[in-house]
């Protein structure tokens, strides 16, 4: 394996942890936000949509990390 094949291998799994984690991180607070919004200070009102927010973003971020696999994929020689 050459130096820039890798490269590529590393970039890739590095852009995999990165999309992970933060769909990860999104889901959790998702969660949190669900199950403890009002004791963390945010009106009853708000509390569902900011954790329904947290959701689309973690749901984005995983599409994105398919996306990404998909782009990659075509790329390789």
């Known amino acids: 394996m050459d130096q820039i094949e890798h490269e590529r291998a590393r970039s890739l799994k590095f852009v995999q942890i990165a999309f992970a984690a933060l769909a990860l991180a999104s889901l959790i607070a998702a969660i949190v936000v669900a199950m403890s919004g009002t004791d ?17 973003v973690g749901v984005m ?13 075509r790329m390789q020689p």
């Not at 963390?40 to 689309?56: C, E, K, R």
Request: charged residues 15%; aromatic residues 16%; negative net charge.
């Open 40 to 56: 963390l200070g945010l009106p009853d009102n708000s509390v569902q949509t900011i954790s329904f927010a947290f959701l689309v």
């Open 61 to 73: 971020d995983t599409a994105v990390l398919f996306l990404w696999e998909r782009i990659f994929s």
